[in-house]
């Protein structure tokens, strides 16, 4: 049996049909008893072949228990490379590491000239955003990934907050996804500990050679990780506030973790914590009721700015003619 022949038989049989063994086997220029011997060979090797007996019967490929290694053509692998690079730059929830991992398997094993389509494909498509871009170039993450998975030890540049630059030698762990932010979790050799990457600020990446050791990351999972590390760098705010609404009007409208307190039948207090002084702005100003702000001062002074925003985008008031 020629693996040239299995192939061919595979892709045959992922088209969503029956085949009868006369047409495969006039197509793959074998006798029947060969064809037999191909799918079983197709079996052993984890494709779930399903064979009807009949006059009308034949052989198809049907959902398994495990997924074997899938057989594309250029144009099926190009679509799905694009594809796998648009979820990972809208950051769809729950899918753009995985499409990070598939992006980057996919584009190790094909062909130098599918790769060029790919890449041409990116740069000359855009995608059209409802909010803010995308800041990270899927082929940027898509080699991270791999260090990540092969286990491979990266030195990179590293831009600080303050802007200045930084050489850091990396065990690279995972990659996490937040909105539209991605951070690298890794092991910092030169510091002995381990940090969080903003991935928008890495460059000149490079693998070094060296393979890394397995390492225990001191966090239930790197995502709990990158979230308790952005927490111990973002303010938090105790907000106190009265609104001139029933709590029944109001509950629910705030976030979970909102503790509402009935005042009286027309007002209620709200008090919470925010690491947004904006998200809580806007959660206010649109409960559509009147509030007052008690605490924290910096949302007084927020609302402060964005209200004489809209006064002065709205102009004068327009004079009242006499009667």
């Known amino acids: 049996m020629t693996s040239a022949r299995l192939l061919n038989l595979l892709s045959l049989l992922q088209t969503p049909r029956e085949w009868p063994g006369s047409e495969l086997a006039a197509r793959l220029g074998v ?51 694009v594809g796998l690079r648009t979820a990972a730059g809208h950051a769809v929830t729950g899918i753009e590491e995985a499409s990070v991992r598939a992006l980057g398997k996919l584009e ?37 990934a791999a260090a990540v998975t092969n286990r491979e030890q990266l030195r990179f540049s590293y831009r600080r907050h303050d802007g200045t630059d930084s050489e850091r030698r990396v065990e690279p762990y995972k990659l996490v ?16 500990d381990w940090r969080v990457f903003r991935v928008d600020r890495i460059s000149g990446s490079h ?8 390492r225990t990351l001191p966090a239930a999972d790197a995502a709990a990780y990158v979230t308790g590390k952005l927490l111990d760098l ?44 904006r998200w809580l702005a806007w959660r206010l100003l649109t409960l559509g009721c009147d509030f007052e702000v008690h605490e924290p001062a910096e949302l007084v002074t927020y609302l402060r700015e964005i209200g004489g925003r809209a006064v002065r985008a709205a102009g004068p008031t327009p004079r009242r003619r006499r009667p």
Request: net charge neutral; hydrophobic share 40%; charged share 25%.
């Open 108 to 144: 190790q094993v094909m062909p130098s000239p599918l790769r060029h389509r790919v890449s041409a494909l990116g740069r000359a498509t855009e995608p059209l955003l409802t909010w803010e871009r995308p800041t990270v170039d899927p082929e940027h993450l898509t080699a991270l």
């Open 234 to 277: 973002t303010p938090v705010y105790a907000a106190v506030v009265t609104l001139h609404a029933p709590v029944e009007q109001v509950a629910g409208r705030l976030g979970a973790d909102a503790d509402l307190e009935p005042i009286d039948a027309a007002s209620c207090r709200l008090r919470g914590h925010t690491d947004t002084l």
């Open 207 to 214: 693998p070094t050679g060296g393979r890394t050791m397995p």
């Open 177 to 192: 996804s937040a909105g539209r932010r991605w951070f690298l979790v890794g092991y910092d050799n030169d510091r002995g």
């Open 31 to 81: 006798s029947l008893r060969t064809v037999r011997r191909d799918v079983e060979r197709l079996r052993d090797l984890g494709y779930p072949v399903q064979a009807t007996m009949g006059s009308i019967g034949g052989y198809r490929l049907v959902a398994g228990k495990a997924m074997p290694p899938l057989l594309l053509d250029d144009e099926e692998a190009v679509a799905i490379a």
